[in-house]
């Protein structure tokens, strides 16, 4: 008969793998409460955002989904400038843009200027030119005054003016042009002559060619210099001078009858806590500035991009949102 085997039981390879069992448990747990646990401590917030109804309607009018799935979301409770990011301007880009105040004593540089372009290289038929080797004129004017030259021709059936300077003009003995203005440097401005003929006459904003001043605004150019008003520009009328300041602008400035100076002035009020409001062509804009003494200065801005800055050369910036 065969000797049965004992099997012995050795305590310390129990207790081993019982210790490795709890220890592995253990540590599965703590992980586990690690993730439970975690809050987003590192998130820092500045200022007031938009509330959540308005973040519900800015989902509903964009296609995009916020989705809440817990009481964490009313952390957003009370937030008033979603859809805004801070952005710092420096002052030494103060003397930049179509709202700029050019003077005299703080004229424009070079270095003012934004993309320009050769008129000769973009104009179209509806008007000629005086020089086709120096006029120079910004992107954005240079546009505008293509399509308000085709509908003056369409209007009038008239195709007789000629751009006689931009960022320089002849203002010698037989310029129909008397003055040059220290603004023009900068690309935003037009001055125009009458081609009658082969000869070069003064624009005087009478007769048929009046259409262009009456309508300028249309297309984001103003009369710089407007009659009645130089004791705000200091100059005499000048129908024959146009300023490029983008067509909202433009529109604000002709509805309110103001000559540049008084439309910034006018601007100085509104803040971006307190904008002011205009509609143009069935769209929304907010335009407020931002001033201040310090070398960089600090406000909110779209995320989207919706939005245009100019310096005023004196010591604010505006800035217009489309909404």
């Given at each position: ?31 586990r ?36 799935t ?19 301007l ?11 105040l ?15 372009v ?19 004129l ?38 129909p ?65 146009l ?14 009858e ?66």
């Amino acid at each position: 008969m065969s000797e049965i085997k004992k099997c012995r039981l050795r305590v310390g390879r129990v207790f081993l793998a019982m210790g490795i069992t709890v220890g592995t448990l253990f540590g599965a747990d703590c992980l586990r409460r690690s993730f439970e646990s975690q809050q987003p401590y590192n998130i820092k917030v500045h200022g007031d955002f938009r509330n959540s109804l308005e973040v519900a309607e800015l989902s509903a009018s964009t296609g995009l989904s916020y989705e809440t799935t817990n009481e964490a979301t009313t952390a957003f409770e009370g937030i008033k400038y979603l859809g805004y990011s801070e952005y710092e301007l420096s002052k030494d880009d103060v003397s930049k843009g179509i709202l700029s105040l050019y003077t005299e004593k703080a004229p424009a540089r070079a270095s003012d200027q934004g993309q320009l372009v050769d008129l000769a290289e973009e104009k179209n038929e509806f008007y000629s030119l005086a020089d086709e080797k120096r006029l120079y004129l910004d992107d954005d004017a240079a546009d505008a005054l293509n399509r308000m030259m085709e509908d003056y021709a369409n209007e009038t059936g008239l195709a007789d003016f000629m751009v006689y300077g931009t960022t320089d003009t002849d203002t010698g003995e037989d310029s129909p042009c008397s003055k040059g203005f220290s603004e023009s440097k900068a690309g935003y401005c037009v001055d125009l002559a009458l081609n009658a003929y082969g000869n070069i006459l003064e624009y005087d904003g009478c007769d048929a060619e009046g259409w262009v001043d009456e309508n300028c605004w249309k297309y984001g150019f103003v009369v710089r210099y407007p009659e009645g008003k130089k004791n705000k520009t200091g100059n005499d009328y000048c129908p024959w001078h146009l300023r490029f300041v983008g067509e909202v602008h433009a529109a604000i400035m002709a509805s309110k009858e103001m000559c540049l100076e008084e439309y910034i002035d006018y601007l100085e009020q509104y803040t971006f806590e307190q904008p002011y409001s205009f509609t143009f062509n069935n769209e929304s804009y907010q335009i407020y500035s931002v001033s201040g003494n310090d070398d960089r200065l600090e406000t909110r801005v779209p995320i989207s991009g919706n939005y245009e800055l100019s310096g005023d050369n004196r010591n604010s910036f505006i800035i217009m949102q489309k909404n």
